[in-house]
């Protein structure tokens, strides 16, 4: 819960259309990701996310 607070408040200090980078170093994260080798999350979890937050938002920014 506070890892997702704290990438929120990071989130809403950009401006839209900025570019966010979002990373992960693990060594397992890419087979979890792209292999779909995970139980828990076959669709992966970033692309899962971003798709969500992608349709959070009109093409201008504002919230839908």
């Known amino acids: ?3 997702v607070e704290r990438v929120a408040k990071l989130i809403n200090k ?3 259309g900025e ?3 979002v990373t992960n170093g ?4 890419d087979s ?4 779909s080798r ?4 076959p669709a992966g979890m970033m692309r899962v996310s971003v798709r ?3 349709g959070t938002y009109d093409s201008k920014g504002k919230r839908k």
Do not use: G, W
């Open 19 to 21: 570019t966010i980078y």
């Open 14 to 16: 950009k401006r839209f």
């Open 52 to 54: 969500e937050a992608r």
């Open 38 to 41: 995970s139980s828990q999350a």
């Open 26 to 29: 693990l060594r397992y994260a």
């Open 1 to 3: 819960r506070e890892s």
């Open 32 to 35: 979890i990701e792209r292999k």
